[in-house]
């Protein structure tokens, strides 16, 4: 019998109803809205300011990754199991996982193993809708845009060959990338280019993850950028009066959603945008809740260190006032391999020299973390295929970096298997040395900010940028968004924005392509490389994998 697959752990375990849950967080049970026995929305009202001062925050990274992840999320699972194991109080929070990737190629995003969230078949597919309500209010925002240019008594007069809203569906579909609307005939609008984003990727979905209220969420909503007039006016969602509307399709999406782990422990999911494009984590409103409900909490970020943490740091963080207590850099000896030159089918083979090779990607992420003021804790997420030899080289590298390297067995042993790494998290929360300080201050020009990034966390020489994106940093400024932050676009199999320069490149430049920006969300968006905003689905999807029986019961989702 080999080791079982994640649905069956998470089938054969038995759920505690969400009252419980919601019984050791010290919620009264008519605080919570019940969705089923096993899920839950959560008030806003139960946040509070004064205990989110006392509490611990603590955020997972990784290295920069192999295509199939290194396990950030199931080790912020397993932390969260093995803290509660030692005496304290923790919660985990993290996003909502996409459609797209469930029946693409990376699965979903419910951890693994024994260190998951449950229930699982419903946290990776419809959820409790959130998803569903952003798609409906990103969409009710394209559709007002397009009725509006169809009305000849329009005041606002768009030019549609300058909108930049799209549609968005949560699905891996390429057929919608580029699309023409408003064929048939003047009764069905006016025809114009068009495409479709993945719902992770829509503007909505980052409001949501930023918003702090209810009204605070309105505003964001109304501040959505959507192009110009004829006689080059900007254009925004609250121009078409379509703020108040999209907030009421929002109505329950932003309440964080409870639920808990194959231990029982309470688990917050609440928002799901990609690292890659977006900031990559979950929302403001979540983290706060789980900072007011716990003793500790564990979040993580999306994709390497240079993508998801900085991100975290220098955008969530900032904007929300979070200040995390301490950093878990995951790593997996597979990674480590593959940044040494080892091919996809020589990851499981051990070999200390390209793990000593590919140990300088994994020292950069290190040093970068130094730079925030956070002396990270090395999570080796083991694997079978690691050697006593690889595992004792990365402690002792890490070591000499004065970085303290734990190997990490919530895959096999659930919290068990996490206590030394919970307890080396506590030392380092309790040392008091970590002080997080941003990279950048927001007022810097963009070009610095960039820079800065490209500089100091890529490790790049300088940054080069096209006529493109040269046009769209004045209009940028034109429209008075100097001091947002950065949110950086670009491949997560590199520090650079070249995904074969594996390990730690140097010599290279950094490129932005263009630029987007996010007036709603708060920050600029520069692209680097030929970035995805509606990935396709591999040869053979994950989806033909899958079945449910007479019964309901789900195989092949992982």
Not at 75 to 100: C, F, H, M, Q
Not at 156 to 167: A, G, H
Not at 439 to 462: H, Q, S, T, V
């Amino acid at each position: 019998m080999g080791f079982p697959s994640d649905i069956e752990i998470a089938q054969k375990n038995v759920m505690k109803h969400i009252t419980k849950i919601s019984s050791y967080l010290n919620i009264n049970e008519d605080d919570i809205e019940m969705y089923g026995k096993y899920k839950a929305k959560l008030p806003l009202s139960l946040i509070n300011n004064n205990n989110i001062e006392k509490s611990n925050l603590v955020l997972v990274t990784a290295l920069t990754p192999t295509p199939a992840g290194e396990g950030k999320t199931t080790t912020s699972i397993g932390l969260t199991e093995g803290l509660n194991k030692i005496g304290k109080k923790a919660t985990v929070v993290l996003r909502e996982p996409s459609l797209g990737p469930v029946f693409g190629i990376k699965g979903g995003a419910a951890g693994g193993g024994y260190a998951q969230v449950v229930p699982m078949e419903d946290i990776n597919l419809h959820f409790t809708g959130d998803f569903s309500a952003i798609e409906k209010a990103n969409n009710l925002l394209a559709a007002l845009i397009d009725n509006n240019i169809q009305n000849k008594n329009s005041t606002l007069n768009i030019d549609p060959r300058t909108i930049v809203w799209k549609r968005v569906m949560d699905m891996n579909d390429r057929a919608l990338r580029e699309i023409v609307i408003g064929l048939g005939g003047t009764g069905n609008g006016v025809p114009r280019q068009d495409g479709f984003n993945i719902t992770p990727a829509s503007e909505v979905m980052a409001i949501l993850c930023m918003s702090e209220s209810f009204s605070d969420l309105k505003t964001k909503l109304g501040n959505i950028f959507i192009g110009f007039s004829f006689d080059k006016k900007p254009i925004y969602a609250r121009d078409l009066k379509a703020e108040n509307a999209m907030a009421i399709l929002l109505k329950d999406a932003i309440k964080p959603n409870l639920v808990q782990t194959l231990e029982g422990n309470p688990a917050i999911i609440h928002g799901g945008p990609f690292a890659n494009i977006a900031q990559g984590t979950n929302s403001i409103l979540a983290t706060k809740m789980g900072l007011s409900l716990s003793e500790y909490v564990i979040t993580e970020a999306g994709f390497g260190a240079d993508l998801g943490a900085e991100k975290f740091l220098d955008i969530k963080c900032v904007s929300g006032g979070l200040k995390p207590k301490a950093l878990v850099l995951v790593a997996t000896i597979r990674a480590l391999r593959h940044h040494g030159g080892a091919t996809k089918e020589q990851y499981n083979d051990a070999n200390l020299e390209r793990v000593e090779k590919g140990f300088a990607n994994l020292e950069k992420h290190i040093e970068n973390c130094k730079k925030f003021g956070l002396n990270p804790v090395v999570a080796i997420n083991a694997f079978p295929s690691d050697s006593d030899a690889e595992v004792k080289l990365i402690q002792e590298k890490c070591a000499k970096l004065n970085v303290k390297a734990v190997v990490a067995e919530g895959f096999a042993k659930g919290g068990d298997g996490m206590i030394n790494l919970a307890k080396a998290v506590v030392t380092e929360v309790e040392t008091g040395k970590n002080n997080f300080k941003p990279l950048y201050d927001w007022n810097l020009p963009i070009k610095e900010k960039i820079e800065k990034i490209a500089k100091e966390i890529y490790g790049a020489d300088g940054v080069e940028y096209s006529k493109k994106a040269l046009i769209d940093l004045r209009k940028i400024e034109a429209l008075g968004m100097q001091s947002l932050p950065i949110c950086m676009a670009k491949t997560q199999k590199s520090f650079s924005d070249n995904e074969a320069l594996i390990g730690r490149p140097t010599g290279f430049m950094v490129n932005v392509r263009e630029f987007e920006f996010a007036a709603g969300a708060g920050f600029i968006i520069p692209i680097l490389g030929n970035m995805m905003r509606m990935p396709g689905l591999p040869a053979i999807p994950a989806s033909e994998g899958m079945d449910i029986d007479d019964n309901g019961k789900i195989s092949g989702l992982s």
